[in-house]
């Protein structure tokens, strides 16, 4: 997928040309469509905002949308869909598009490419990204990376440097240690306790040639390189750099739960389109960068990813409206406006191109960091295989019975790669 600065940031000279509805929302009229996300309330903001110019211009369509917080959403999301009732248009991202294309819950969204849901100004290759198995089973709604954020705040009051691209795991960790002696502050340390996010694992695993999962939908790395992980995370808990199991088993991988927004921690790992809403969150500003390096000239172990997803539910009985309205969310030059880039840089050459001046510093930021990795990111592995979202709980699970000294380095190392195994070859 050839994505640089410019195409990222500045995007086609034609962007100021008009958009103009297409036949779909004229056949959508008098429909009804439920939409569900989960997020920030600055997402739902966002999202409600969008829905609502969509209504004024589409007044035969009425949208309810829904947001969900946290683990609730999948909860809810699983009820539906045994319940043969899933929204019409609902939010997915990398890790989960397989799970529920492969349940059959995603409706294929070929015939819908080019007519009612128009690509054509999308970057190559980034429709390809929600292509499982020959078919489209959704629409990236923005490309993001894999950071590290952290409070500039904290660090300028510590006297210490902030990490860089190039800062290197062991360097990371001595800089954690020293930030946490340096401020001195009761329920305060310098880094979270980053061995519970599978997406930080799979850089880390990256870096040193192997992968979160192999080619065949197993998991790609083995007990030892498990034992390596955990003993980082171990030696950096015990050291008093990042903070305990009972800070971080509270985190539900949203940002409202981190141990950065919460003030427990002044670096945090996360998307890099969240820097909006972390941002709108904390009063101090933060700084983003990539996440610790291997060293030695090795791949980075990033790559561009969907930061999130719309599909269609299987079951929609409106699967032509509701690829209308994705038309609209992605395409449309107000609804970009009013979206920035909290989901991720928009797919939309021309939406780039529009929303560009209406962006704030840290809107910019957002961007910028995404063009900073130009060159420097590896080819994007395909979605996420069917049992990878339950193999993400088996990651947190274990982990937190290590971070709680229930379980040794070793037999942490060994559950997470055999039972995750199992688990893999259930799905």
């Known amino acids: 997928m050839r994505l640089n600065r410019r195409s990222l940031l500045h995007g086609s000279l034609a962007a100021t040309a008009a958009f103009t509805f297409g036949p779909g929302i004229a056949r959508a009229e008098g ?3 439920r939409l569900a996300w989960w997020g920030s309330q600055d997402r739902t903001r966002r999202t409600q905002a969008v829905i609502d110019l969509y209504q004024q211009k589409a007044p035969g369509v009425s949208i309810v949308g829904e947001a969900i917080s946290g683990s609730a959403y999948w909860t809810k999301l699983s009820t539906q869909m045994a319940g043969r009732n899933i929204s019409d248009v609902y939010q997915l991202e990398p890790r989960t598009i397989s799970d529920y294309s492969g349940r059959g819950a995603c409706m294929a969204l070929d015939p819908f490419l080019s007519q009612t849901l128009k690509v054509d100004d999308f970057d190559p290759g980034t429709v390809d990204l929600c292509r499982i198995g020959g078919k489209v089973w959704g629409i990236a709604l923005g490309l993001n990376s894999f950071s590290l954020f952290y409070d500039t705040t904290v660090f300028a009051k510590a006297g210490l440097p902030p990490p860089t691209a190039e800062t290197t795991w062991a360097q990371y960790a001595d800089l954690s240690v020293e930030l946490t002696k340096a401020l001195s502050r009761d329920h305060f340390w310098g880094s979270s306790y980053g061995a519970r996010y599978s997406y930080v694992l799979d850089v880390w695993l990256r870096q040193r040639g192997k992968t979160l999962y192999s080619e065949d939908g197993q998991l790609g790395f083995g007990v030892e390189d498990a034992q390596e992980w955990y003993a980082y995370w171990e030696d950096l808990r015990v050291r008093g750099g990042c903070v305990g199991g009972d800070i971080q088993t509270q985190d539900q991988s949203i940002i409202e739960t981190n141990p950065l927004s919460r003030g427990y921690s002044a670096m ?78 928009p797919p939309s050459r021309k939406v780039r191109e529009a929303i560009l001046p209406t962006l704030n510093e840290t809107e910019r930021a957002s961007v910028e960091y995404v063009n900073a990795l130009a060159g420097k990111v590896g080819a994007y592995q395909a979605p996420p295989p069917i049992g990878s979202q339950e193999f993400g709980d088996h990651l947190g699970i274990t982990t937190d019975q290590l971070a709680f000294g229930q379980l040794s380095i070793d037999d942490a190392a060994k559950q997470l790669v055999e039972q995750g195994n199992v688990l893999m070859r259930r799905r």
Do not use: C
Request: net charge positive; aromatic share 12%; charged share 15%.
């Open 268 to 345: 945090g790992f996360t998307y890099s389109n969240q820097l909006v809403g972390y941002q709108a969150m904390m009063p101090n500003k933060l700084g983003i960068t990539m996440v610790p390096q291997a060293g030695g000239g090795g791949p980075s172990g990033h790559y561009y990813r969907p930061a999130l997803i719309w599909s269609i539910g299987s079951t929609s009985k409106n699967g032509e409206a509701a690829a209308a309205f994705i038309d609209f969310f992605v395409n449309d030059l107000e609804a970009g406006k009013i979206l920035g880039v909290e989901r991720g840089v």
């Open 31 to 33: 429909t009804r469509l």
